[in-house]
């Protein structure tokens, strides 16, 4: 493929693309497919020759879109948003023609720079305190990590170096491997399952702390944990609050349990994946209220910020924490102004050493919606999922589970457990909705999260109005 087909082909895939999304919603949400369907559809070795454009795309048809999961469709209400948007899409096509990887300032002096000056964007929009911006005369700054699931091994990973030389410091005989296996760190039982594998990968114990009704963790319980593992001789050293929880969109009471890790020197790195995004309207804000007593912060504008995967954003309050913690310094590394002050190698803040000039699609979005384009976006979806909620409350077949504060409403049929297992599989199988369970307090719950970036109201009162006709239907077979 020479430059003057590219041109063409390109025009053509840009088409293909938008008369996906311009069209998705007609299509069936979720796959009608069986493990392993693709391997019989394609040669089991790749051809020898070269095949033709047509032929490629042809089988895109054939092969792939029967194995899809419409992410972007306005009927998808499983997990949490994906997020899309047209911008993005053509930020990350300039990145991908661009074909840079910036691991350092000097691999590509625009890609490292542009992402510190995003992240400090983003931090203004969020109102983050300073000492989180690299702008500022603080010690800390922002980075572009994959996920928040990166996000919070790598603030666990920092967090264990920091301990194990605070701990040598004062008591220089002891050894990693013992400072290790005394470390413990903690995180809601309602907390992501993420923090418990970058607890397996880090080698640490992590306890799970109990919520009080509002699936919240309080101050004094994990207060009491520490007090318990500090007597018996363990070195607490790192929490992982969640400010919107992956079951019910829950928040850990920060404010209270920042000044309990302060004063424990306990690491509190803050996880809010989906409802981070939220923050940038000034009424929602005040769920990130505690911030400042946080070491790290994550969340995903993958997720509901309209810049499309993979974009997860992390800041810490001292970037030397976080680079102490992975330097490593080859000759083949080196530059000139490496040891201005001046720059920033992102390869020392993550597990990567190649990085996509991920920043581009950021400056896109942030450009093309401005702030109040992203905040009316944030709202639209708020309202939308207090209209479901609205429907459910109305029908006295169902309950609400948790408090609907954002764009997640969790649910159920008034019953049994595998009432409401029968319900969500029957929407599975028909595929004109998606959407997943969770537990909470034990009993099986439905999850609608309002994903799509074209969702409409109509949408929201289609999904309720299939979910009712299925429960009348389920509910006359067990009278039966």
């Not at 990567?352 to 450009?367: A, C, E, Q």
Request: aromatic share 10%; glycine share 8%.
């Amino acid at each position: 493929m020479d430059a003057a087909e590219f041109r063409r082909r390109g025009k053509e895939m840009v088409d293909f693309v938008a008369d996906y999304l311009e069209n998705i919603e007609h299509r069936r949400v979720y796959p009608d497919v069986e493990p392993g369907y693709l391997r019989s559809m394609i040669p089991s070795e790749a051809p020898l020759e070269p095949e033709s454009y047509e032929d490629v795309l042809r089988d895109v048809d054939r092969v792939i879109m029967p194995g899809i999961t419409h992410w972007q469709s306005p009927h998808f209400h499983a997990y949490f948003p994906s997020a899309s948007s047209y911008p993005a899409l053509l930020g990350d096509m300039l990145c991908g023609g661009l074909g840079c990887i910036g691991f350092t300032w000097a691999a590509s002096p625009a890609c490292t720079e542009l992402e510190t000056v995003m992240l400090d964007w983003l931090g203004k929009m969020l109102q983050l305190p300073e000492d989180f911006l690299a702008g500022t005369q603080g010690q800390g700054g922002g980075v572009i990590q994959g996920t928040a699931s990166e996000a919070t091994l790598m603030a666990l990973l920092a967090a264990r170096c920091k301990t194990v030389k605070c701990v040598q410091e004062s008591d220089p005989q002891r050894s990693e491997a013992d400072i290790i296996s005394k470390l413990i760190a903690y995180t809601s039982e309602e907390a992501h399952s993420s923090v418990e594998r970058a607890g397996l990968i880090g080698g640490v114990v992590i306890r799970m702390v109990p919520t009080d009704d509002n699936f919240s963790v309080r101050a004094e319980t994990l207060e009491k944990m520490v007090a318990e593992d500090k007597a018996a001789g363990f070195i607490p050293f790192f929490f992982c609050a969640t400010l919107g929880t992956t079951p019910s969109c829950a928040f850990d009471q920060i404010t209270e349990l920042g000044p309990l890790c302060n004063a424990e020197k306990i690491w509190m790195h803050i996880d809010a994946a989906y409802a981070g995004s939220s923050f940038i309207c000034p009424e929602f804000r005040p769920l990130l209220d505690g911030v400042e007593f946080a070491d790290s912060f994550n969340f995903n504008p993958h997720k509901w910020l309209l810049v499309n995967f993979d974009c997860s954003t992390m800041w810490v309050k001292k970037r030397t924490d976080l680079i102490g913690a992975f330097k490593l310094d080859p000759v083949y590394l080196k530059y000139d102004n490496q040891e201005s002050g001046l720059v920033t190698d992102y390869r020392h803040w993550g597990i990567p050493l190649g990085r996509r000039f991920r920043s581009l699609k950021m400056w896109f979005v942030f450009r093309m919606y401005g702030q109040s384009g992203l905040q009316a976006y944030i709202r639209k979806h708020v309202e939308l999922a207090k209209v479901f909620e609205t429907l459910v409350r109305k029908d006295k077949r169902f309950e609400i589970s948790a408090e609907v504060v954002l764009g997640l409403v969790c649910f159920r049929l008034k019953g049994s457990d595998e009432l409401n297992e029968a319900l969500l599989k029957e929407m599975t199988r028909l595929g004109k909705i998606h959407l997943v369970p969770c537990k909470l307090r034990g009993r099986f719950v439905l999850r609608f999260a309002v994903c799509g970036r074209t969702t409409e109201l109509r949408h929201v009162q289609e999904a309720w109005q299939h979910i009712a006709e299925l429960s009348s239907e389920l509910l006359q077979k067990h009278r039966s």
